[in-house]
C-alpha cells in the first residue's frame, strides 16, 4: 500500500482545511486508517483512526469535536476534515495504514506511511 497526503496549507485560526489521503494498492480496505501528526521537535502523535469494517472513528481528546475522519473504499481514500484550528494544530500530519487487530493508538503499529503534509495555522 502507498499512501499519498494532500490539502495542507496556511490557515488563520478558526479555520477548516480537508485532508486527503490516496492509496494505492488493492488492500486498502484491509487496513485501519489513522492520522498522526509531528511538530517539531516533538514526537509523532495519534490524531485519530477509522476502522475498516464499520467505519467506526476514535479521536485523540485534544482534537475531539473538531476533526473528522472518514473514508471512500471506492476511492481508495482517506479524509481527515479539520475544522477551528488552533496553532498548536500546527504540525506535519501523516496518514498511515495498520492491521485489524494491532493497537491503532502507537505509530509503531503502521505497516505503511505518507510522506506527509504541513499544517500551519498562523494569523
Known amino acids: 500500500v502507498q499512501l499519498v497526503e494532500s490539502g495542507g496549507g496556511l490557515v488563520q485560526p478558526g479555520g477548516s482545511l480537508r485532508l486527503s489521503c490516496a492509496a494505492s494498492?488493492?488492500?486498502?480496505?484491509?487496513?485501519?486508517l489513522g492520522w498522526f501528526r509531528q511538530a517539531p521537535g516533538k514526537e509523532r502523535e495519534f490524531v485519530g483512526v477509522?476502522?475498516?469494517?464499520?467505519?467506526?472513528?476514535f479521536y485523540a481528546d485534544s482534537v475531539k469535536g473538531r476533526f473528522t475522519i472518514s473514508r471512500d473504499n471506492a476511492k481508495n481514500t482517506v479524509y481527515l476534515q479539520m475544522n477551528n484550528l488552533k496553532p498548536e494544530d500546527t504540525a506535519v500530519y501523516y496518514c498511515g495504514a495498520v492491521p485489524p487487530g494491532r493497537s491503532y493508538y502507537y505509530s509503531s503499529s503502521y505497516n505503511y506511511w505518507g510522506q506527509g503534509t504541513q499544517v500551519t495555522v498562523s494569523s
Open positions: 477509522i476502522t475498516r469494517s464499520f467505519g467506526s472513528t
Open positions: 494498492g488493492r488492500t486498502f480496505s484491509s487496513y485501519n
